[in-house]
């Protein structure tokens, strides 16, 4: 058996080693790369490495090929396709490579093995170069080594930044800021995407049959959900820097006082004078908020990883809610977007992962008549969809013609899931004291009775409830708005069913 161990600095500035372990009687070689989070051990067959003389012998280099750049939603077939033919390209590259080494022993017969030896890295590697991205190969770098290190090219970061409503405080503002960072995946989680795609959409809610479209959905929307699990974990510990863009131009950017979380978020409110916001905003009634990686003083692959990968900022929106007004808190799921929860698990998770989202028949155009009529008003959406699917969810209320608004997902995992919509809505209302609430929800869930109950604790904010009915197997009991004003409650089909002066209810 012949060893060797080979020191090589990946991204991040981990420490690894390669050891290549080489039985020619078997035919395998072992590749097993590893570091402090992880181990990877690739097995190809090579039926005639190390066998012969080791003089030189074939080209001296065989190309590597490197998958190109795809969107979230890359086709399975096209990922494993590339997949494919990178393994055949390495085992390729690791037997022309492989008689070409030098001072290496092999296991014969009747010939004991020689210790490992340390062979350096000819040449600049890549992985010592911050501005050498994935796909980059320097002059002189090691050829058998350039395909191992593409394995670990360094990382790309996707930073989604989360739209805002500011409330003023004294003088000033004070501005939520909500952040998520995470490992760009992109071609990633193939085998977790088809284990799920088996086990659980075939297997238990019986999903089959699915168009192309369909299974592309299934591909874009899974990686979403996938971006928590995965290579590397979450990015906690992450700084991160913001500015504001408004009509007059950018601010300086900013470091946040906080840094990410185990989750890779981060959820903290920064204070603008009026000043600040009367100069951003000229006069018009929002602010764009940019959030990018912090750079850092720390000189190491890692932190120039960092640098390098972070600083794409992810946008949102926030919207400036004057001390006094009046506020819109939504539901999502079958109140303005198709779910069907009412009809069960299987067509909930179709209808999140497979089908092309579905506007609630007239809810765009209520709102937006709202947000016309009342400049000044604000928009909330409170969901139990899962904050992974934030930007799908933005995305199809853009198209759809709804107004910009903040959006209140509830976790997949933690403490917060636990009566999340109520926490939610208690603290918008908390938060603004003195603007009036518009609390809109579906007779699909407890909508109706979480409502009811915010009213009679807050009966000077909340004025109007309205209940969109999903089915009419599932009607709204009445008895759940006992004691309350029959006109401060509505239930309706379509949004051209509701009845509401919104203009008196600012008044009044």
Same mark, same amino acid.
């Given at each position: 058996?012949?060893?060797?161990?080979?020191p090589?600095?990946? &991204?991040?500035?981990?420490?690894?080693?390669?050891?290549?372990?080489?039985?020619?009687? /078997?035919?395998?070689?072992?590749?097993?790369?590893?570091c402090? &989070?992880?181990?990877?051990?690739?097995?190809?067959?090579?039926?005639?490495?190390?066998?012969?003389?080791?003089?030189? $012998?074939?080209?001296?280099?065989?190309?590597?090929?490197?998958?190109? @750049?795809?969107?979230?939603?890359?086709?399975?077939?096209?990922?494993a396709?590339?997949?494919?033919?990178?393994?055949?390209?390495? #085992?390729?590259?690791?037997?022309?490579?492989?008689?070409?080494?030098?001072?290496? +022993?092999?296991a014969? $017969?009747?010939? $004991?093995?020689?210790?490992?030896?340390?062979?350096?890295?000819?040449?600049?590697?890549?992985?010592?170069?911050?501005?050498? +991205?994935?796909?980059?190969?320097?002059?002189?770098?090691?050829?058998?080594?350039? %395909?191992?290190?593409?394995? /670990? $090219?360094?990382?790309?970061?996707?930073?989604?930044?989360?739209?805002a409503?500011?409330?003023?405080?004294?003088?000033?503002?004070?501005?939520?800021i909500?952040?998520?960072?995470?490992?760009?995946?992109?071609?990633?989680?193939?085998?977790?995407?088809m284990?799920?795609?088996?086990?659980?959409?075939?297997?238990?809610?019986?999903?089959?049959?699915?168009?192309?479209?369909?299974?592309?959905?299934?591909?874009?929307?899974?990686?979403?959900?996938?971006?928590? !699990?995965?290579?590397?974990? #979450?990015?906690?510990?992450?700084?991160?820097?913001?500015?504001?863009?408004?009509?007059?131009?950018?601010?300086? @950017?900013?470091?946040? &006082?906080?840094?990410?979380?185990?989750? +890779?978020?981060?959820?903290?409110?920064?204070?603008?004078?009026?000043?600040?916001?009367?100069?951003?905003?000229?006069?018009?009634?929002?602010?764009?908020?940019?959030?990018?990686?912090?750079?850092?003083?720390?000189?190491?692959?890692?932190?120039?990883?960092w640098?390098?990968?972070?600083?794409?900022?992810?946008?949102?929106?926030? *919207?400036?809610?004057?001390?006094?007004?009046?506020?819109?808190?939504?539901?999502?799921?079958?109140?303005?977007?198709?779910?069907?929860?009412?009809?069960?698990?299987?067509?909930?998770?179709?209808?999140?992962?497979?089908?092309?989202?579905?506007?609630?028949?007239?809810?765009?155009?209520? /709102?937006?008549?709202?947000?016309?009529?009342?400049p000044?008003?604000? /928009? *909330?959406?409170?969901?139990?969809? %899962? &904050?992974?699917?934030?930007?799908?969810?933005?995305?199809?209320?853009?198209?759809?013609?709804?107004?910009?608004?903040?959006?209140?997902?509830?976790?997949?995992?933690?403490?917060?899931?636990?009566?999340?919509?109520?926490?939610?809505?208690?603290?918008?209302?908390?938060?603004?004291? *003195?603007?009036?609430?518009?609390?809109?929800?579906?007779?699909?869930?407890?909508?109706?009775?979480?409502?009811?109950?915010l009213?009679?604790?807050?009966?000077?904010?909340?004025?109007?409830?309205?209940?969109?009915?999903?089915?009419?197997?599932?009607?709204?009991?009445?008895? !759940?708005?006992?004691?309350?004003?029959?006109?401060?409650?509505? !239930?309706?089909?379509?949004?051209?069913?509701?009845?509401?002066?919104?203009?008196?209810?600012? !008044?009044?």
């Open positions: 058996m012949a060893g060797i161990c080979v090589w600095l990946g &991204p991040r500035g981990a420490p690894r080693s390669i050891r290549c372990l080489v039985a020619p009687s /078997f035919g395998l070689l072992m590749l097993s790369v590893s402090a &989070p992880f181990t990877l051990s690739c097995w190809t067959a090579a039926s005639s490495l190390f066998c012969g003389s080791h003089q030189a $012998s074939g080209p001296s280099h065989r190309p590597f090929r490197q998958s190109q @750049w795809r969107p979230e939603g890359a086709s399975a077939l096209a990922l396709q590339d997949a494919e033919a990178n393994r055949n390209m390495l #085992a390729g590259a690791q037997s022309q490579q492989g008689r070409r080494w030098r001072n290496v +022993g092999t014969t $017969s009747g010939v $004991s093995a020689p210790a490992a030896r340390i062979l350096p890295l000819r040449g600049a590697s890549s992985r010592s170069d911050p501005g050498a +991205g994935a796909g980059t190969r320097n002059e002189g770098q090691s050829n058998f080594f350039y %395909p191992l290190q593409s394995l /670990f $090219s360094s990382p790309q970061y996707g930073i989604v930044a989360h739209d409503c500011a409330r003023q405080s004294g003088d000033g503002w004070i501005v939520p909500e952040a998520w960072v995470f490992r760009s995946n992109a071609g990633r989680h193939k085998k977790r995407l284990l799920c795609m088996k086990i659980l959409m075939e297997g238990r809610h019986g999903i089959r049959k699915l168009s192309d479209a369909e299974r592309q959905r299934y591909e874009e929307r899974g990686r979403l959900v996938l971006r928590n !699990v995965g290579f590397r974990g #979450a990015e906690k510990g992450r700084q991160l820097e913001f500015r504001f863009v408004g009509q007059n131009g950018k601010n300086q @950017w900013r470091t946040l &006082p906080v840094d990410t979380n185990e989750g +890779g978020r981060i959820s903290t409110e920064i204070y603008l004078s009026a000043s600040e916001v009367e100069e951003l905003s000229a006069g018009t009634a929002s602010l764009q908020i940019e959030v990018r990686g912090a750079g850092s003083e720390k000189r190491s692959s890692a932190a120039a990883a640098r390098l990968g972070s600083r794409r900022p992810g946008k949102a929106h926030v *919207h400036l809610a004057e001390e006094r007004g009046l506020s819109v808190i939504s539901d999502v799921d079958d109140t303005v977007k198709v779910t069907k929860v009412f009809a069960g698990k299987d067509v909930i998770v179709r209808n999140t992962f497979f089908k092309e989202y579905q506007a609630v028949e007239g809810m765009a155009d209520l /709102f937006q008549s709202w947000s016309k009529s009342l000044g008003m604000s /928009f *909330h959406f409170v969901s139990n969809s %899962p &904050p992974e699917i934030l930007e799908p969810l933005r995305e199809f209320l853009d198209e759809e013609g709804f107004p910009r608004a903040p959006m209140h997902l509830r976790p997949l995992t933690g403490n917060d899931r636990e009566n999340f919509k109520v926490k939610t809505v208690e603290t918008i209302l908390k938060q603004m004291p *003195h603007r009036k609430f518009i609390l809109i929800g579906d007779s699909g869930e407890s909508d109706a009775k979480i409502y009811a109950e009213m009679r604790r807050f009966p000077q904010q909340v004025v109007k409830i309205l209940i969109r009915q999903v089915h009419r197997s599932r009607a709204v009991e009445q008895d !759940v708005f006992a004691g309350l004003d029959p006109s401060s409650w509505q !239930v309706f089909k379509v949004g051209s069913d509701v009845d509401l002066k919104i203009e008196q209810l600012a !008044v009044d």
